[in-house]
């Protein structure tokens, strides 16, 4: 008998985001999809400094928190690990943004309203 395939691990996500309300409704929907939310920040400095002793394998970024500016912590955060998979986030339109979602080095920009397993998932793999 094939040995059966080994229960595949869920993705270990950091979110950055400034609203606790927000960020709770995040962890829910982040582990009804079947991720593991390893930790949160509520601005850009805690952020950077959780990234960093968590070494999670994705990040949900959003864009407006109070200190750092998301596209700079996506900045220093791929200056450390260029291989961090970074996900910005917004409840602002794409469109708002002009450039700068591609010259932060995210891998891309889903608002916080579209936010799903398949939004996420089209981006990091």
């Known amino acids: 008998m094939p040995a059966a395939d ?7 996500v950091l979110i950055a985001e400034d609203e606790a309300l927000i960020r709770l409704d995040l962890r829910e929907m982040l582990e009804e999809e079947g991720f593991e ?3 949160e920040a509520a601005d850009g400095t805690t952020a950077l400094e959780a ?8 990040i949900l970024l959003d864009i407006q928190l109070p200190d750092i500016d998301g596209f700079e912590v996506a900045r220093r955060l791929l200056a450390e690990n260029p291989k961090r998979r970074i996900v910005l986030v917004s409840s602002r ?3 708002a943004y002009g450039p700068l979602i591609k010259e932060s080095g995210a891998r891309g920009f889903v608002s916080k309203g579209d936010l799903s397993r398949e939004s996420i998932e089209r981006l990091i793999e």
């Not at 080994?6 to 270990?12: C, H, Q, S």
């Not at 990234?51 to 994705?58: I, K, V, W, Y």
Request: glycine content about 4%; charged content about 30%; cysteine-free.
């Open 51 to 58: 990234a960093t002793a968590l070494d999670p394998e994705l």
């Open 37 to 39: 939310v390893v930790g």
């Open 93 to 95: 339109d794409r469109n």
């Open 6 to 12: 080994p229960p595949e691990t869920p993705l270990r």
